[in-house]
């Protein structure tokens, strides 16, 4: 079984920054992706998929309210994207790199049951996976978030800074040791 290791906090602390930071001081050891604002001149419009090796779709925006039955507040959701291509990157992050990173485990994600089952395959498998998760309740978060094992550590603004070294000390720790 795989250490996995939450990151949560309030919205706009910060934590797709950490991943994001995570990754590149990772480089190609981590796969799996992250999520992005799509901003114009009236504010935020949507969300984007960013995979750790380099593709992307929209995921979410304001314009597709009502083009599909998957919604979160005024973004109409796109749950193929996530489950083509952010599964996608999760399953090659466990087959082929030693880190499993994602962003996120929010509302809009837990729509999809192929994101679910891919995230319950990756704390079954060897490979460490830092994730960030809604502090919000959630039925399925709430009781991932309780899983044996599983590390939850909440990003705050007074620790934002260190968190990055603590992360990839944790990292460091669950990787199995070379062998030479």
């Given at each position: 079984?795989?250490?996995?290791?939450?990151?949560?906090?309030?919205?706009?602390v910060g934590k797709t920054t950490l991943i994001r930071r995570v990754a590149e001081a990772l480089g190609d050891r981590a796969g799996g992706?992250?999520?992005?604002?799509?901003?114009?001149p009236q504010g935020r419009l949507g969300f984007r998929l960013v995979t750790l090796d380099g593709r992307a779709a929209i995921f979410a925006h304001v314009d597709w309210i009502d083009r599909t039955p998957h919604r979160?507040?005024?973004?109409?959701?796109?749950?193929?994207v996530l489950d083509d291509l952010g599964v996608a990157a999760i399953r090659e992050a466990v087959d082929h790199r030693e880190v499993v990173l994602v962003d996120e485990i929010g509302k809009m994600e837990l729509?999809?049951?192929a994101f679910r089952e891919a995230l319950e395959a990756v704390a079954a498998s060897p490979r460490p996976m830092i994730a960030t998760i809604t502090r919000s309740p959630h039925p399925w978060a709430d009781a991932f978030k309780r899983r044996p094992g599983l590390e939850l550590w909440e990003l705050t603004p007074a620790n934002r800074e260190a968190l990055l070294g603590r992360v990839l000390r944790w990292i460091q720790a669950t990787l199995p040791r070379s062998r030479g």
């Open positions: 079984m795989g250490a996995v290791l939450l990151l949560t906090g309030r919205p706009g992706f992250f999520t992005e604002e799509i901003r114009g979160v507040g005024r973004y109409g959701v796109d749950i193929t729509f999809s049951a």
